[in-house]
């Protein structure tokens, strides 16, 4: 079966520091890979996919950034955190010919302070 | 393009009592439907799909939903809700493929005793 790890849980950083989050997969080979962010009280917001090694797409210009490395590893990078990044960072996979279903990390909790 | 509504942000209800929480989409293609459950500070869970076939798809927890292709509807329903059954719902909808799932804004279910 196919697992999706996530980490740090959470984690608690100071303003203009950098980020690294990472997301990966286990069972499954080449995934689609996503990176979201759900503000407080907010609904999803798709950052970046990827379909393949070193393919990201953009869905919303900021300060951040994304990387995918090896097949089924997912890095989500900032060089330095705004107060507005603050959120609830969700990794999703989902079967490269699939129908779409996306299956969710556990989340990291960033507050940057 | 493709576009979720979840009409309700809010829905409070006793327990036992029966629910249902609506999602409306629009698509100028077929396509696939989901709905997801989150937890409390935890990732996103796959409730059901609606993949093809017969229009009521039942899923985990005692959850069911009909997809109305007329309506362009995929309401979630619960005959009977239970306090753990609180949580944050999500309606998506995807064209299949590598594309992303485009997310409702999510429906809070408050399951009072």
């Known amino acids: 079966s196919q697992t999706i790890h996530q980490w740090p849980a959470t984690l608690v950083q100071p303003v203009g520091s950098p980020l690294s989050l990472e997301c990966t997969v286990e069972?499954?080979?080449?995934?689609?890979l996503y990176w979201y962010r759900q503000a407080a009280g907010r609904g999803l917001q798709l950052l970046f996919y990827?379909?393949?090694?070193?393919?990201i797409s953009s869905e919303v210009p900021q300060n951040l950034s994304a990387s995918r490395p090896q097949d089924r590893q997912f890095i989500l990078s900032s060089k330095k955190l705004l107060l507005s990044d603050s959120g609830f960072y969700l990794c999703?996979?989902?079967?490269?010919?699939?129908?779409?279903?996306?299956?969710f990390g556990p989340g990291t909790r960033l507050t940057v302070t | 393009a493709q576009s979720v509504t979840q009409l309700d942000s809010q829905v409070p209800v006793f327990e036992e009592a029966p629910v249902e929480l609506r999602c409306n989409y629009s698509?100028?293609?077929?396509?696939?439907l989901f709905w997801y459950v989150q937890y409390p500070n935890q990732g996103l869970q796959l409730l059901l799909k609606?993949?093809?076939?017969?229009?009521l798809v039942k899923g985990i927890n005692g959850f069911e939903a009909e997809f109305n292709k007329s309506q362009t509807s995929f309401h979630l329903r619960k005959p009977s809700v239970h306090i753990s059954d609180t949580a944050e719902y999500f309606c998506?909808?995807?064209?299949?493929?590598?594309?992303?799932?485009?997310f409702g804004s999510g429906t809070r279910l408050q399951v009072q005793p």
């Open positions: 999703a996979w989902s079967p490269g010919t699939g129908r779409g279903e996306q299956y």
């Open positions: 069972g499954t080979s080449n995934p689609n």
């Open positions: 990827s379909v393949g090694i070193g393919q």
């Open positions: 698509s100028s293609v077929s396509v696939y």
């Open positions: 609606y993949l093809s076939g017969s229009t």
């Open positions: 998506a909808v995807s064209r299949g493929g590598r594309r992303a799932l485009t």
